[in-house]
């Protein structure tokens, strides 16, 4: 389109301006899947790229538009980047569009069958203050102190039906690529029980960044219940856990070094002998960030925890152990 004139009058006479529309920029619903480690530009035309912004392959970025109906530049947004909309060469990567399934995607395992016996899954408890280690700015980790539960006792990262791979059960591309990309706030919204609500709260500090959207759409779906039934279940477990001793060992070493022998034996006191061999340590920068419990049998509102436990294959203990965190930002410890 040409530019327009318009006429601006005053005490000194009249001027004639021009004013030029805004680029051209479809809007899609889309995200892009980076293949090539491009340049992001503030321009079509020029290479002006304040803060050498670059696309890193396999992460996807959110499309705000294109330049044009047949494209040759898409706009992206990048939250750390100033300004924050910047084109790319369509050449730089894979458009994914959110607002139909993807052609030709495979059938999603089914989900697994309530009370069968051969379900097996893994019970993740965080132990939270150690995550929040490497993840301060987190809304869940910004304000925790030594006074808040979730510094003396496990939290509930999620309940996975087994094997690993079984993941997102029914669930389209659109709330695929929300998950993975974490961009939790835009999976759809829960329909729980205001208790379960409330227990969620306190024992999956995550709810704050909708932790429980990510984990019913990967692995709830495929838990073969409805929402409100898997979290109470994962809930349950993680209580039963909270409960024992080895909720105390953890308590009564916080600022001291746990070795996986000492984990699993607190295991065999408290579930039975055998069961700290179905468990995984999960470690970080010499910190125990997470156990992984491994369960098989059937999960229902009477279900026990050591019978879970006993019942699952054994599993390597991944880490020989490390440092139980205490709140605050301390750093790496010595392995």
């Known amino acids: 389109m040409a530019p327009q004139p318009s006429r601006l009058c005053g005490i000194l006479g009249c001027f004639v301006l021009l004013w030029s529309p805004a680029p051209f920029a479809e809007r899609l619903d889309a995200v892009l899947i980076a293949e090539q480690p491009c ?56 458009l994914v569009d959110l607002s139909v399934p993807a052609a030709g995607a495979q059938s999603p395992p089914p989900p697994s069958r309530p009370g069968s016996m051969e379900s097996q899954l893994v019970l993740a408890a965080s132990w939270q203050p150690a995550f929040c280690e490497s993840r301060a700015t987190r809304t869940e980790c910004r304000d925790q102190t030594p006074e808040r539960a979730d510094a003396r006792r496990f939290s509930l990262h999620g309940l996975w039906p087994q094997p690993i791979g079984k993941t997102y059960c029914g669930v389209g591309e659109r709330e695929r690529t929300f998950s993975k990309s974490g961009r939790w706030r835009l999976l ?5 029980d205001q208790a379960t609500l409330a227990r969620l709260d306190s024992l999956m500090p995550g709810t704050r960044s ?37 909720r105390v060992l953890f308590e009564e070493n916080i600022g001291k070094r746990l070795s996986a022998t000492r984990v ?18 999960s470690c970080s920068d010499g910190l125990i960030e997470e156990l992984r419990i491994g369960l098989a049998g059937v999960v229902d509102d009477t279900a026990e925890l050591g019978e879970l436990i006993l019942a699952a294959p054994k599993r390597s203990p991944d880490c020989r152990g490390g440092w139980v965190d205490q709140v605050g930002i301390q750093g790496a410890r010595p392995r």
């Open 210 to 246: 909708d932790l429980q959207r990510h984990q019913w759409v990967k692995h709830g779906t495929c838990y073969g219940t409805d929402a409100d039934t898997y979290f109470n279940h994962s809930l349950m477990l993680l209580e039963q856990l909270n409960a024992s001793g080895v």
């Open 39 to 94: 340049s992001a530009t503030v321009s079509t035309k020029r290479p002006d790229n304040p803060g050498s912004i670059r696309l890193v392959p396999g992460q996807d970025y959110v499309v705000v538009g294109t330049n044009r109906a047949d494209p040759s530049h898409y706009r992206l947004r990048f939250e750390d980047a100033n300004p924050k909309e910047r084109w790319v060469e369509i050449r730089c990567g894979r």
């Open 264 to 281: 699993r034996a607190a295991f065999d006191d408290a579930f039975g002998k055998g069961a700290g061999e179905r468990v995984r340590l």
């Open 188 to 192: 759809p919204a829960l329909d729980l």
